[in-house]
Each structure stands twice: as structure tokens, then as C-alpha cells.
């Protein structure tokens, strides 16, 4: 079973930037990978997704133009790179893995396989 495990969670200054691995114990191009977050008393949404062959990115409104998913496949890693972080990003990120497939999204359904999740502070 694929396991997933998010590290790099931390207090963030707003308008400092902070770095989420999400390292995986089987190759990446067979999954699609998601990163979800999920706010106190909140529901779980997407933030940003990558497809399984790397050619497809896809990211939430409140994330682009600030966050940048990434991924370097011989280290089986998607990154999350959190820049110019607000308040409202506060919570815990979760990373996911999917069946692949040429798009990918923030549905919930789309994907099997969750970490433990990291928690993330933007506070001054």
C-alpha cells in the first residue's frame, strides 16, 4: 500500500514563504498527487494537484499566483512551496495520491492514499 508522508510544516511569517515535501514509498508517475489543507472547523478543500506524468498542474483560486507545486521524481517528492502566506492559509496540509490520470483536481474523491498531514502557521 502506498504510504505518504508530509514533512516541512511550521510557523510562517505573512509574506514569507515556507516549503511542504510529500514523499512517497512508490513511484510518482503512477499517482496523481494533491495537496489539501483543511482550517479549524473547515473542510477539507484542494490547494494544488500535479498529474501523474508531471505534464498537468492545477491550483485552487486562493493559491495561484503564491504557491508552486513541484516534484522531483527520482526522490518519489511533490513539493509545495507557500509564498507570500496570509492568515486564511492557516491550517493543517495534507498531501494525497490518486489513480493516474492526464488532469487532476481538488476533488476529494479522486484520490485513495492520505499522509498524516503537517500543520501550517501564518502568523506574525
Known amino acids: 500500500q502506498l504510504q505518504l508522508v508530509e514533512s516541512g510544516g511550521g510557523l510562517v511569517q505573512p509574506g514569507g514563504s515556507l516549503t511542504l515535501s510529500c514523499t512517497a514509498s512508490?513511484?510518482?508517475?503512477?499517482?496523481?498527487i494533491g495537496w489539501f489543507r483543511q482550517a479549524p472547523g473547515k473542510e477539507r478543500e484542494g490547494v494544488s494537484c500535479i498529474s501523474h506524468n508531471g505534464g498537468r498542474i492545477t491550483y485552487a483560486d486562493s493559491a495561484k499566483g503564491r504557491f508552486t507545486i513541484s516534484r522531483d521524481a527520482g526522490k518519489n517528492t511533490v513539493y509545495l512551496q507557500l509564498n507570500r502566506p496570509n492568515p486564511e492559509d492557516t491550517g493543517v496540509y495534507y498531501c494525497a495520491a490518486g489513480p493516474p490520470h492526464p488532469y487532476c483536481s481538488g476533488y476529494i474523491g479522486d484520490y485513495i492514499y492520505w499522509g498524516q498531514g503537517t500543520q501550517v502557521t501564518a502568523s506574525s
Open positions: 512508490e513511484r510518482l508517475d503512477k499517482y496523481i
